[in-house]
């Protein structure tokens, strides 16, 4: 699908720009203190010629053969582009976590780290994770490792995506 840049893009997105719009598809996910499941999930970039997107993501859990079984995870934030492509993200979940992320942005790719986590009194232990966003063949490729419920930090989700 073709993809136009748009006319007020802030010139710190540049790296990030072919993120804009909304992402559909499904993924993988595994940990040790949970059963592996499949989702379905759709992401949204926008941006408002201020020198960040607003992100917002949703994802539901599926069957076997694709169907939809029941709602998951929400997660909802701002990516703050800085000058040669570093970045700043602060992302706040459903399931009682708001998260502060550092990385760097460029050559079809984001890849960032928390750098503080912060959990309201019924969340489940969420220490820290490291994301990995590429540009594969025009799909939008992601991998999220986590550190929680004693873990290490270690591979979580893993998704494809393609521009709706």
Known sequence: MPFELPENLHPDCAPLAWMLGTWRGNGHGDYPTIDAFQ???????????????????RSWIIDENGEKVRDAALETGFIRCRPGGDIEVTLSH????????HGKAGDGKLEISTDAVARTESAKEYVGGHRLYGNVEGDLLYAFDMAAMGQQLQPHLWARLKRA
Request: charged residues 15%.
């Open 39 to 57: 989702f379905g999930q759709e992401l949204i970039f926008t941006h408002d010629g201020r020198p960040f997107f607003h992100y917002f993501a």
């Open 94 to 101: 459903n399931i009682g976590f708001v998260e502060i992320w």
